[in-house]
Every structure is written in C-alpha cells, then in structure tokens.
C-alpha cells in the first residue's frame, strides 16, 4: 500500500500568515493527489484536486504544488475561516490513502 | 443536484454486523464511483473501500476481511456492511462520489454493549 506522510500534525499560525503542510508519498502517485479540509462536525471539502488544481468556490490563496514525491498546501495569507484540519489523499492506486491529518490553529 | 445521505443503526452491539446505506441522487451509480470513508472521534480519515461505477470493488487492505461493499441500481443505494465490530470501530461513516467534491453528511456509528 502507498503510505503518505503528512506534517506536521499541528500547525499553530497567526491571521496573515503564509503556511505550508506537506505529504511525501512512498511511491510514485503522478499527479494523483487531493487536498481536504474539514471543519468540525462537517464533511471535508475538496480544496486541491491533481496536486495542483483549485477545486470550484475555493479561494485563491490556497493553491498546490509537487516536488518530486512530496506535495504541498500554501495558503498564503491565513484567514480566520482556514482554521480547519487538513488532509491529503492519494488516488493514483487502490487502496487510497490519506495522510495523518494537519490541525491548523491560531497561535 | 448531487446528493448522497448514508442511513444506517447508530448503535451496534460489539461482535455484531454493522450495515450501512447510502441512497444517492444526481447521478448514477453507473457511471461514478462510491466510496466509503470513515472518521473516528478526534482521529483522521480512512479510506474504507468503493464500489465502482462497472461493479468492480477493493477494500482497505486491514478491513478486507471484514468488509463488503455491494449496491442496487434500481434503488440508487450503495451498502457497507462490517463483520465482527469492536469499540475502536467506533466513528463517523461517510459515502462521497469519487472521494471529491461530492460527501454524504456521514452517520456517526457507535460499537458499545
């Protein structure tokens, strides 16, 4: 099975901040990478779909990037609306997997 | 527009079969995949398993053994039923149309006696 390593697993940032969370897969996944974010008590919401491609309705600050086997999420300039956790997955092979999860928090 | 809504006990003695529902609409189950993820409390996401939108399904490689993911066309219903369960089953069960932009409102399912 692929295994995705995400960090970190808490991330306190202040408003404005730019921040970066990231996933290194163990194996080649392409492209194959989505982003999500779930607020409590909701279903996640899919941000960044093909590593770095801007689901629909969702702000331009986040935005996605791959370097070789790792992947990342940049939101730019953190709003208090982002303070979420945040997950990755991989959809290249089955079985999917997901990353451990990001806790984004105010500082 | 496209909905899924997953249906199901929320209660389930440990040891007992867990069977869960999901009823869709907006699309069919021919031509998307569903799939099925599950959140226990305070914890991450894991990817469960899916039905292909051909009939085809895989599993998550620890719950193999344990888990079937079948479907009726007819009724635009996709079913997970889980053998043999145990507290750390305990969680949110969520079915989403290719693990996109498309979730159910998940139902929290809890393994007590």
């Known amino acids: 099975d692929i295994q995705m390593t995400q960090s970190p697993s808490s991330l306190p940032a202040s408003l404005g901040d730019r921040v970066t969370i990231t996933c290194r897969a163990s194996q080649d996944i392409g492209n194959y990478l989505r982003w999500f974010q779930q607020k409590p008590g909701k279903s996640p919401r899919l941000m960044i779909y093909g590593a770095t491609n801007l689901a629909a309705g969702v702000p331009s600050r986040f935005s996605g990037s791959r370097s070789g086997s790792d992947y990342s999420l940049t939101i730019s300039s953190l709003e208090s609306e982002d303070m979420a956790d945040y997950y990755c997955?991989?959809?290249?092979?089955?079985?999917?997997?997901f990353g451990s999860g990001t806790k984004l928090e105010i500082k | 527009q496209v909905q899924l809504k997953e249906s199901g006990p929320g209660l389930v003695q440990p040891s007992q079969t867990l069977s869960l529902t999901c009823t869709v609409s907006g699309f069919s189950l021919t031509s998307y995949n569903v799939h099925w993820v599950r959140q226990p409390p305070g914890k991450g996401l894991e990817w469960m398993g899916r039905m292909r939108y051909n009939g085809d399904t895989s599993y998550n490689s620890a719950l193999k053994s344990r888990l079937s993911i079948s479907r009726d066309t007819s009724k635009n219903q996709v079913f997970l039923k889980m053998n043999s369960l145990q507290t750390d089953d305990t969680g949110t069960y969520y079915c989403t149309r290719d693990v996109g932009v498309a979730w159910g409102q998940g139902t929290l399912v809890t393994v007590s006696s």
């Open positions: 997955l991989q959809s290249k092979e089955s079985p999917l997997t």
